[in-house]
């Protein structure tokens, strides 16, 4: 089961959550399931330093990517059990076929700037060049899922329901 959403959608409090109501949960962010690559090369950036993205040309240069063969090899061992896979990445479209169900947490624009100038467990957004990225997935990345066949959920609800809505939906027939 993939939950995406913008960056600020809470992504990783539904993780977080799943995990502490005993599911098995994972953090695109973390254990390597996804990195910034570069566009010319194809090189990631190292995984042990902090990479400078409010540079104004970092998102010209690198993007994030998830690692597809990470994301197999999740998908192979969720075959027979429910897992999640939390994060959005620039190809993630690339592996959503390995899901059961994409489920994409909406979230509108002032709710996005009101947690990402609050959150404290992650600083991306924070600078002028990064906030304004995000915005700019803003404008369309909801759109594209819906298109896809994606399951919209609210996630300006308080996050114990978004949970529960994200765990209504994957328990859905045909899962």
């Not at 600020?8 to 949960?25: F, I, Q």
């Not at 970092?58 to 994030?64: A, D, P, R, S």
């Not at 002032?110 to 060049?129: A, K, Q």
Request: proline share 4%; charged share 25%; with cysteine.
């Amino acid at each position: 089961m993939l939950v995406t959403g913008i960056s600020g959608a809470g992504k990783s409090t539904v993780c977080d959550a799943l995990h502490a109501r005993g599911y098995e949960a994972h953090d695109m962010d973390l254990d390597g399931n996804a990195a910034w690559i570069n566009r010319q090369t194809g090189r990631s950036w190292p995984p042990d330093q902090r990479p400078d993205t409010g540079a104004p040309d970092w998102f010209e240069q690198y993007e994030w990517r998830v690692v597809p063969e990470k994301v197999e090899a999740l998908a192979a061992r969720a075959r027979d059990q429910l897992i999640f896979l939390a994060g959005m990445a620039s190809n993630g479209h690339e592996v959503w076929h390995l899901f059961s169900r994409v489920i994409y947490l909406s979230i509108d624009e002032p709710t996005l700037r009101r947690r990402i100038e609050s959150r404290t467990t992650n600083d991306f957004g924070r600078t002028s060049n990064e906030l304004a990225a995000i915005l700019e997935w803003h404008e369309f990345a909801e759109r594209q899922h819906r298109q896809a066949g994606a399951t919209i959920i609210d996630a300006t609800l308080p996050s114990d329901r978004v949970v529960d809505a994200v765990l209504e939906a994957s328990l859905e027939e045909g899962n």
